[in-house]
């Protein structure tokens, strides 16, 4: 079965900081990895995916992401936070296997606050 | 502008009644997807459609049915609401091949 783990329910960072948000994830077969954003009482912004190829993503917003495959990791990161970035932030993973569904399984969230 | 639609943003529902979510997308998607989100639990899978016709169970799927009588429309029908049900429900949908998720805008229900 496929699931994420982001282990961290809050980070919290000064602005001009450099900032990481964890992401573990298990599934068979090979995994499509994915981080989402969400500003209060909005709907799911992509930021980024891994599928295949460079293990560093780079995204929307400064953002990028690192493709471990070892420690069965996507963590995002930025290396300058803006207060702006404030938001809670999703990590999802969906694996084409034999069923092939596509389905998109994310973790629990991470809120991310950035202090001025 | 394509993308997807969801009907109603918000709904106070009595605890008992029956309720439909309504989703439609006219990106000719064939995969669509209804998320329950909680706090502290993320966005949780309820019901899936690979393609016209064809539904599957999601993580929780209990007192939610769905159907999928055209590539566009994906309602999620609450048969008798319970309190447990009051969340935010997102829609999303993806297209063959892709790897792209597009997701609606969100419902916010409270059964009371």
């Known amino acids: 079965a496929q699931s994420v783990a982001q282990p961290e329910d809050q980070v919290n960072v000064a602005e001009g900081n450099p900032l990481t948000v964890k992401c573990t994830y298990s599934v068979s077969g090979n995994p499509y990895l994915f981080w989402y954003v969400q500003y209060p009482n909005r709907g799911l912004q992509f930021l980024l995916k891994y599928i295949t190829g460079d293990n560093l993503v780079k995204g929307s917003y400064g953002f990028e992401a690192e493709f471990n495959k070892s420690q069965t990791s996507f963590h995002l990161k930025k290396p300058s936070a803006l207060v702006s970035d404030s938001a809670l932030y999703f990590c999802a993973v969906s694996a084409y296997g034999s069923s092939n569904t596509g389905k998109l399984i994310f973790g629990q969230g991470t809120t991310l606050q950035v202090k001025p | 502008i394509a993308g997807i639609t969801q009907a109603p943003t918000s709904q106070i529902l009595a605890a008992g009644r029956r309720m439909t979510l309504r989703c439609t997308q006219d990106m000719r998607h064939n995969a669509m997807y209804w998320y329950r989100q909680d706090l502290g639990l993320g966005l949780r899978l309820i019901h899936y459609?690979?393609?016209?016709?064809?539904?599957g169970k999601g993580e929780v799927p209990d007192g939610y049915s769905v159907s999928r009588a055209n590539t566009d429309d994906f309602p999620l029908t609450l048969a008798s609401a319970v309190p447990s049900q009051t969340s935010v429900y997102f829609c999303a949908s993806r297209g063959t091949g892709g790897h792209g998720y597009t997701f609606g805008s969100g419902t916010r229900l409270t059964v009371v």
């Open positions: 459609s690979n393609t016209a016709g064809t539904t």
